[in-house]
T-cell receptor
Framework: DQQVKQNSPSLSVQEGRISILNCDYT??????FLWYKKYPAEGPTFLIS?????DKNEDGRFTVFLNKSAKHLSLHIVPSQPGDSAVYFC?????????????FGKGTHLIIQP | DAGVIQSPRHEVTEMGQEVTLRCKLI?????LFWYRQTMMRGLELLIY????????DSGMPEDRFSAKMPNASFSTLKIQPSEPRDSAVYFC???????????FGQGTRLTVV
């Protein structure tokens, strides 16, 4: 049973527009959430995180929103750039920063079209 | 710092053979994680260590899998004997403390034929 779900295997967005990637979770014990980006033949790279005590965290073009009551988070990328084309993984942990390991979604392949 | 270093990058082996995957942590990091990525199950946590001590190995699929940290900067994941269903990409990751995100290596693509 998947505890972290990314229901869109792929998403295509035009360059310059906003990309919105969604993630749902089922385990109410999760209290720290992260987004990772992965290029082919490379390991996942940390992008941005959010603690359950917040509902928004922003870092440059990347913003993560958390709705605890709905057990839903989203990653917004604006404006989208060609280099953003990658697979994005949502991850969750019961402790801050994933010190006890991360539970990952299956990923969303984001394609930025020129 | 060179980041988390995994070796080999690719490994092709015959069913029944022993396979050893290696990982060097980022200097100063004290938590070590092994993950496996497959098409069916995505990224799964196999085992993690904190200060060289295994904390949770509940993700290790079978007794054929074992992991060690002989010192603070190095870890191995061993599969003996290997089977075709073990074919996957294996990632090692490390983190500095309980409040840091994990940094991943580039992975080892294992193919068991």
């Amino acid at each position: 049973d998947q505890q972290v779900k990314q229901n869109s295997p792929s998403l295509s967005v035009q360059e310059g527009r906003i990309s919105i990637l969604n993630c749902d979770y089922t385990n109410s014990m999760f209290d720290y959430f992260l987004w990772y980006k992965k290029y082919p033949a490379e390991g996942p790279t940390f992008l941005i995180s959010i603690s359950s005590i917040k509902d928004k965290n922003e870092d440059g073009r990347f913003t993560v929103f958390l709705n605890k009551s709905a057990k839903h988070l989203s990653l917004h990328i604006v404006p989208s750039q060609p280099g953003d084309s990658a697979v994005y993984f949502c991850a969750a942990s019961g402790t801050r920063g994933g010190a006890d390991g991360l539970t990952f979604g299956k990923g969303t392949h984001l394609i930025i079209q020129p | 710092d060179a980041g988390v270093i995994q070796s080999p990058r690719h490994e092709v082996t015959e069913m029944g053979q022993e396979v050893t995957l290696r990982c060097k942590l980022i200097s100063g990091h004290n938590s070590l994680f092994w993950y496996r990525q497959t098409m069916m199950r995505g990224l799964e946590l196999l085992i993690y260590f904190n200060n060289n001590v295994p904390i949770d190995d509940s993700g290790m699929p079978e007794d054929r899998f074992s992991a060690k940290m002989p010192n603070a900067s190095f870890s191995t994941l061993k599969i003996q004997p290997s089977e075709p269903r073990d074919s996957a990409v294996y990632f090692c990751a490390s983190s500095a403390n309980r409040e840091a995100e994990a940094f991943f290596g580039q992975g080892t693509r294992l193919t068991v034929v």
